[in-house]
């Protein structure tokens, strides 16, 4: 067998082992539990098109995910649309506050990149918190909004079970793991990694360094605002500080960050690696311990930093390649 | 024979320092052009001025005609200026074969394309047999090569180099020679900036001397070095009379 | 009339102790040109040793701020050596050093959290000699223990001034930021250098802590505000510029007190990052920042 059949045949069955999970985990609790991995790893995929490929260092992240919640909330309790279809809006919305967001601010330094991500985002919450009513649109500021129970249905974007969340945000995922593969291997895949690398000599090739990262920015906010409108119908009830916080932007940049930023895999592995943890820290040990959860997290965060600063897919990766070289008795020759 | 690059009265100064003055030059197509002078004469300045890098205190510069000093390097790249960094700049993490179909793609969006235009420019400068090897993992001499590489594949009409040829030994400058005479048989128009004399007097049909920001002297190799002017500005006063 | 007036030096106090927190992060910023995003929790690790300092001991507060500054400073010199040197050297040649931004924010989760784990969420207070006192300036009334954080931190800001201009080591700190390989060639130690800068910058973020704790609850997640605070600031009075600190502190407070006459004190946090996002994009070195920081 070779190589190429072998990783293809390997991630088939993950594919096949994946949708088929549910008829072997039922239990409603364990399925959420998968749900928000599914979602933590889509929301660090799209991350991961300017964190990752741009090179830079978006810490404000989450405030796309709030636009997309927002938005399609808004557009479903005030006017009666489809949150599919406000799902859209929302993430045209995003795309556009984004490219504002980076117009200005891509060609700042590294740190003041950082700094002002953060100004935006925590300045755009704090807007939304303060503000009960925009002209017709009611925010409701700080409570947040709840979305009343309807007649399940696809239209309506709710379900009774668990189940259709399930596999809306695994074919999300998917299709957001498929686009990143396609972009990397594309023009733009190549310019926005130049780009990040060495912007000069980019330019110098005839790269326009500043518009592909407004290119990259506008497809990430797009993509993160659209599972903004997943969790506000998953949960029904969302508010400023839990989408829009600071909290959400960090985790999502360091998931990316541990498991690799930049590569494919590495958002997906460290949402593997961390979500778990952090969940069952919260459950289990949060009552003695308030906060352990995110000391470990941040622990983690610094020991990667430290020894393996492109993450843990490299290592992973490293690991896998030998293991499979053997099985496909192509050892040796690199 | 028409002219492909025209430098009229151009000038640059850094706050109170004039890096260079009032500098007329003109490169014919087809030309190898090498422009030589003492350390801190300006020469750099001048590339990143046609390059884009910097824009000019005054003057103009005109590429086939057009002028072009307020256009970005990438447009200038597009429009068929390319150049080469004194300190190369290779995309340290990418193969070599990554590195120069970022060149191949200014001219075409399919990725196998671009890929086999990059493997013809690997093949030109002998450099196929490292396409795989990561950038950061070469010598100086190759990562030389590379850097030419990656701007010949942007399908230039006029080619930057500068400094190519700092910190190679003998038979590699014979080397590079042979391939910048290379590069102006396949039609590219070659500007050097070079501080090797006996790279410049090989490759070169023309010289232009500056010294402080300023034209000292212009004209075939053998007419500059013979130039009282030049010989006093690197070697010194005492040199002067001959 | 009288209301803004009160509330004018109200902010002219506070903002003179937004621009002490500022004093310790924009020495560290400007010696070694990097982002400490964990300066809020210094500053919080600060306030609560002082706080149970003076709870455990009921000791004066200017006492503690001769004791817990030192201890600061060696807290600040061990991080910085055995957690964010490694980092440093090995981004050396990065262009874009990005590492040493992340570990720092993973500082500021650690440290925030395990505060939040030993001493619960509630927001103290303490009883100390000072509190609630105040004296009076014609009709205005003047808070002392914002009056003396003023005085602290105009004294620090003067202090670190001549600190940098007339010793050996503040020289050797001027020299490493302005050009760390030059530096290095005159025979100075720069990893060395970042130890003492950011002990330093740790040490006077203590004292901010200190001065904070008579009026100000103390909590584990205390930090943040001022550090986003402070980097505003930082960013609005230069890199690296002491004066900056202070009138950049000074703007911010007077802003944050004045404007709070006029709105809900949720849109006055607004404002400021509009202020902060103007400054970057019409002035990114600020008040007296060199352009060459960019």
């Known amino acids: 067998m070779s190589r190429k059949q072998l990783d293809h045949t390997l991630l088939g069955l993950v594919g096949l082992i994946v949708f088929a999970l549910p008829l072997v985990v039922t239990s409603p609790t364990y399925l959420q539990i998968l749900i928000l991995l599914f979602f933590y790893a889509y929301l660090t995929t799209s991350w991961n098109l300017v964190g990752g490929f741009a090179g830079v260092l978006p810490l404000g992240h989450s405030v796309f995910v709030g636009i997309g919640a927002y938005t399609s909330t808004i557009l479903t309790l005030q006017y009666g649309i489809s949150p599919w279809i406000?799902?859209?809006?929302?993430?045209?919305?995003?795309?556009?506050?984004?490219?504002?967001?980076?117009?200005?601010?891509?060609?700042?330094?590294?740190?003041?990149?950082?700094?002002?991500?953060?100004?935006?985002?925590?300045?755009?919450?704090?807007?939304?918190?303060?503000?009960?009513?925009?002209?017709?649109?009611?925010?409701?500021?700080?409570?947040?909004?709840?979305?009343?129970?309807?007649?399940?249905?696809?239209?309506?974007?709710?379900?009774?079970?668990?189940?259709?969340?399930?596999?809306?945000?695994?074919?999300?995922?998917?299709?957001?793991?498929?686009l990143t593969w396609f972009i990397s291997r594309s023009k733009i895949g190549y310019y926005l990694a130049a780009g990040g690398e060495e912007p000069e000599a980019a330019a110098a090739l005839g790269v326009n360094v500043a518009n592909t990262k407004l290119f990259a920015m506008a497809l990430s906010c797009f993509l993160t605002a659209l599972a903004g409108t997943f969790y506000a119908q998953l949960m029904l009830y969302f508010y400023p500080k839990g989408l829009m916080g600071l909290d959400l932007s960090f985790e999502i940049a360091f998931i990316a960050l541990i498991g690799g930023r930049g590569t494919i895999a590495g958002p997906v592995i460290g949402a593997l690696v961390l979500r778990p943890l952090n969940e069952f820290t919260r459950i289990y040990l949060s009552d003695m311990l308030p906060g352990l959860h995110l000391v470990i997290f941040g622990l983690i965060l610094i020991l990667v930093m430290l020894y393996k600063p492109q993450g843990l897919t490299a290592p992973l990766s490293a690991f896998y390649n030998r293991l499979a070289d053997r099985l496909t008795g192509q050892g040796g020759a690199k | 024979m028409s002219n492909i690059l025209e430098i009229s009265n151009l000038s640059k100064h850094f706050g109170g320092l004039t890096a260079v003055s009032a500098l007329d030059l003109t490169l014919a197509k087809g030309e190898i052009l090498a422009l030589i002078g003492p350390n801190g004469a300006g020469k750099s300045t001048v590339f990143n001025m046609v390059a884009g890098v910097?824009?000019?205190?005054?003057?103009?510069?005109?590429?086939?005609?057009?002028?072009?000093?307020?256009?970005?390097?990438?447009?200038?790249?597009?429009?068929?200026?390319?150049?080469?960094?004194?300190?190369?700049?290779?995309?340290?993490?990418?193969?070599?074969?990554?590195?120069?179909?970022?060149?191949?793609?200014?001219?075409?969006?399919?990725?196998?394309k671009a890929r086999h235009k990059a493997e013809e420019v690997l093949a030109t400068l002998a450099l196929d047999h490292l396409r795989d090897r990561p950038a950061a993992n070469l010598t100086i001499a190759d990562r030389k090569r590379l850097e030419i590489a990656k701007a010949l594949a942007t399908d230039p009409q006029l080619l930057l180099l500068d400094e190519v040829m700092a910190g190679l030994r003998p038979t590699e400058v014979d080397d590079m020679i042979a391939i910048i005479k290379g590069l102006r048989d396949q039609g590219v128009t070659v500007f050097v900036i070079e501080h090797i004399m006996r790279a410049v007097m090989a490759l070169s049909d023309r010289v232009v001397v500056i010294h402080f920001g300023q034209k000292i002297a212009q004209g075939t190799p053998e007419e500059v070095t013979r130039d009282e002017n030049v010989i006093k500005a690197y070697l010194g006063g005492e040199y002067g009379a001959a | 009339m009288t209301a803004v007036i009160q509330a004018t030096l109200n902010g002219i106090m506070m903002g003179s102790m937004y621009g002490l927190t500022a004093l310790g992060l924009t020495l560290i910023f400007g010696v070694m040109k990097v982002v400490n995003f964990a300066h809020g929790s210094l500053l919080m690790v600060g306030m609560f040793s002082g706080y149970w300092l003076i709870r455990l001991t009921g000791i004066h507060p200017y006492l503690a701020l001769v004791i817990?500054?030192?201890?600061?400073?060696?807290?600040?010199?061990?991080?910085?050596?055995?957690?964010?040197?490694?980092?440093?050297?090995?981004?050396?040649?990065?262009r874009e050093p990005?590492?040493?931004?992340?570990?720092?924010?993973?500082?500021?989760?650690?440290?925030?959290?395990?505060?939040?784990?030993?001493?619960?969420?509630?927001?103290?207070?303490?009883?100390?000699?000072?509190?609630?006192?105040?004296?009076?300036?014609?009709?205005?009334?003047?808070?002392?223990?914002?009056?003396?954080?003023?005085?602290?931190?105009?004294?620090?800001?003067?202090?670190?001034?001549?600190?940098?201009?007339?010793?050996?080591?503040?020289?050797?700190?001027?020299?490493?930021?302005?050009?760390?390989?030059?530096?290095?060639?005159?025979?100075?130690?720069?990893?060395?250098?970042?130890?003492?800068?950011?002990?330093?910058?740790?040490?006077?973020?203590?004292?901010?802590?200190?001065?904070?704790?008579?009026?100000?609850?103390?909590?584990?997640?205390?930090?943040?505000?001022?550090?986003?605070?402070?980097?505003?600031?930082?960013?609005?009075?230069?890199?690296?510029?002491?004066?900056?600190?202070?009138?950049?502190?000074?703007?911010?407070?007077?802003?944050?007190s004045v404007f709070s006459q006029f709105m809900a004190s949720t849109w006055t946090e607004a404002i400021i990052y509009a202020i902060f996002l103007v400054i970057l994009f019409v002035k990114p070195s600020g008040f007296f920042g060199h352009k060459q920081d960019w």
Request: aromatic residues 12%.
């Open chain 2, 54 to 112: 910097y824009a000019p205190s005054e003057g103009d510069i005109r590429f086939n005609g057009r002028p072009v000093h307020r256009e970005k390097p990438w447009d200038r790249c597009r429009m068929g200026i390319a150049r080469t960094f004194q300190i190369v700049k290779p995309f340290a993490s990418k193969t070599v074969l990554y590195n120069v179909m970022v060149g191949a793609y200014l001219r075409t969006n399919s990725t196998e």
């Open chain 3, 98 to 256: 990005s590492t040493v931004i992340i570990v720092t924010t993973g500082l500021w989760y650690m440290l925030d959290n395990l505060a939040l784990m030993c001493f619960g969420a509630e927001y103290r207070t303490v009883r100390t000699a000072i509190s609630n006192k105040s004296f009076a300036l014609g009709q205005y009334i003047v808070s002392i223990p914002k009056f003396s954080g003023f005085v602290v931190a105009v004294l620090t800001a003067v202090g670190l001034a001549l600190f940098m201009r007339k010793t050996k080591t503040g020289m050797a700190l001027r020299a490493t930021s302005l050009d760390r390989e030059a530096a290095n060639l005159m025979g100075i130690d720069q990893y060395k250098v970042y130890n003492i800068a950011f002990g330093l910058g740790t040490a006077i973020a203590g004292i901010a802590g200190c001065v904070l704790i008579p009026f100000y609850y103390v909590y584990p997640t205390v930090g943040v505000v001022f550090d986003i605070r402070a980097f505003i600031i930082v960013v609005l009075g230069g890199l690296g510029s002491i004066p900056g600190a202070l009138l950049g502190g000074l703007v911010i407070g007077l802003v944050e």
């Open chain 1, 86 to 178: 406000g799902m859209l809006v929302g993430g045209l919305v995003a795309a556009l506050v984004g490219v504002i967001m980076g117009l200005p601010t891509f060609r700042l330094r590294g740190a003041y990149f950082c700094l002002c991500t953060i100004a935006f985002a925590e300045g755009i919450r704090v807007m939304v918190e303060n503000i009960d009513n925009l002209g017709p649109l009611h925010i409701n500021g700080p409570r947040g909004l709840l979305i009343p129970l309807k007649e399940p249905s696809f239209w309506h974007y709710q379900f009774m079970s668990k189940l259709p969340y399930y596999y809306i945000i695994l074919v999300m995922l998917i299709l957001v793991l498929a």
């Open chain 3, 68 to 94: 817990i500054p030192p201890i600061l400073f060696v807290f600040g010199y061990f991080l910085q050596d055995v957690v964010i040197k490694p980092v440093f050297r090995a981004e050396r040649h990065v």
